[in-house]
């Protein structure tokens, strides 16, 4: 039983390259999360999934995508990278439902632009 | 939106000290979880309370929910426990909202 898993590990790019990060969780949770840390600061929600097929913009959506693949997996897509987006950026899954909601952290991806 | 204070912001102890660290929230909750997030940026969870008092070992948490605040305590602090340690709480969509965290150093 693996959690949430985060791919890849760590990132450097160049302004306006794009880039995907891949999360998978093997909890069969149905909510999952997209957040990013920047240096001193908790998370913030940037995009999150209810529900297979279902995403909704968090606190800071601009400049990313993401896509619900499947109940298991929820990338999220940098289109034209920049400096601002250098961050640490987590993914997180639960089970959604009232009253049992706890979130699941992965191990986060270190993202650097230039 | 709803707001989520910690204190003390930093809190430097020696080894085998013990700590309280407080989470104050501006409305009301249906829960409650502390984090800790390693020197290695891992985000580890340590409690999900949405009211009442549970124990792990060294730490334990309390969530008073009607007066809107939670206190995680940190007994004989080790060299392990340094970090800073998060608490969150769910907005009216069921989304966290994170503090900005109490960072702990322990010294030897």
């Known amino acids: 039983n693996a959690g949430v898993t985060q791919t890849p590990k760590f990132q450097v790019l160049k302004t306006g390259q794009s880039m995907t990060l891949q999360c998978a969780q093997d909890?069969?949770?149905?909510?999952m999360y997209w957040y990013r840390q920047d240096p001193g600061m908790g998370l913030r929600l940037i995009y999150y999934?209810?529900?297979?097929?279902?995403?909704d913009k968090g606190e800071v959506p601009n400049g990313y995508n993401v896509s619900r693949l499947n109940k298991r997996e929820f990338s999220l897509r940098l289109e034209s990278a920049a400096p601002s987006q250098t961050s640490v950026y987590f993914c997180?899954?639960?089970?959604?439902?009232?009253?049992?909601?706890?979130?699941?952290f992965g191990p986060g991806t270190r993202l650097t632009v230039l | 939106g709803i707001q989520v204070e910690q204190s003390p912001p930093d809190l430097i102890l020696q080894e085998g000290a013990n700590s309280t660290l407080r989470c104050n929230f501006s409305d009301s909750v249906n829960n409650l979880q502390w984090f800790h997030q390693n020197p290695w940026g891992q985000l580890i969870n340590l409690f999900y309370?949405?009211?009442g008092t549970k124990q792990n070992g060294r730490l334990s948490a309390t969530t008073v929910a009607t007066e809107r605040y939670s206190l995680l305590y940190i007994s004989s602090s080790q060299t392990t426990d340094s970090g800073v340690y998060f608490c969150a709480v769910p907005d009216n969509t069921d989304k966290l909202i994170f503090g900005t965290g109490t960072r702990l150093q322990v010294f030897p």
């Open positions: 997180a899954s639960s089970h959604g439902t009232s009253g049992n909601n706890e979130q699941f």
């Open positions: 309370i949405p009211s």
């Open positions: 999934s209810a529900s297979e097929g279902t995403t």
């Open positions: 909890m069969n949770h149905n909510s």
